[in-house]
């Protein structure tokens, strides 16, 4: 449990340093967007105002803000609470309200069946093994309505992040990367999308996965995304 509190005050650090410096993110993810906002999900209700939504590992917040802007209701979890301090008040100076709290994907600090939608992006993989991403992905499947869908980014296998890590075995990887904090983590990823399969849909219904992949010149960024519905 130190080693994981020790991780969540190096990103509470992490997210203060980027607002100082004024680098945080300040936009969505491009992805998400077009998958609340286009045609790519069959069977999608855009029908979004006064829903709720739930944003597991909201970070800087950039995506709630996008997320307000659909009429959605705010909810969201982090690991530490100056993140969410830091992020309530940027979305209070916008003009939004949001009920935020401390949270991991295993412990969502909300009732059963409370959402519509539930948006993971980037944030499963830091479950370190096998057990507790069944639990995460149970934990998801518990906070959303019936009928409720998610909508989960994750790490591909030719991610940045996985340059000079090391293979532990069962999905699990060291991260390697001298630049990176998140270096000596261990984390869980989905070697291919028959994988992602295998573990949600022993939860969920209409599971499908996708994926985008970018080489920007030195750097690939490589995420599986998926969603399914309750």
Not at 170 to 180: A, C, E, N, S
Request: proline fraction near 3%.
């Amino acid at each position: 449990m130190q080693e994981k509190n020790n991780a969540f005050d190096k990103w509470a650090d992490s997210y203060k340093q980027y607002a100082a410096e004024g680098i945080d993110l300040m936009w969505p993810s491009e992805t998400l967007v077009r998958l609340f906002k286009g045609d790519y999900v069959p069977g999608l209700n855009k029908q979004y105002p006064g829903k709720k939504v739930i944003d597991v590992g909201f970070g800087n917040g950039n995506n709630l803000i996008f997320l307000a802007s659909l009429g959605l209701a705010l909810y969201g979890t982090e690991v530490h609470e100056e993140i969410c301090t830091l992020v309530h008040d940027k979305i209070s100076r916008l003009g939004h309200k949001a009920d935020l709290r401390i949270g991991t994907n295993c412990s969502l600090p909300f009732p059963d069946n409370e959402f519509d939608f539930l948006v993971s992006w980037n944030v499963i993989h830091y479950e370190d093994n096998e057990e507790a991403i069944r639990k995460a992905i149970a934990e998801y499947k518990r906070v959303l309505k019936t009928g409720g869908r998610f909508f989960i980014s994750t790490t591909g296998p030719e991610h940045k992040i996985l340059q000079n890590s090391t293979t532990l075995g069962g999905h699990r990887y060291l991260i390697g990367r001298q630049d990176d904090f998140r270096q000596g983590q261990i984390y869980f990823y989905f070697d291919s999308p028959n994988y992602i399969h295998y573990y949600f849909s022993e939860y969920f219904k209409d599971v499908l996965v996708g994926r985008t992949h970018d080489f920007l010149f030195t750097e690939t960024l490589d995420w599986f995304i998926v969603t399914g519905i309750k």
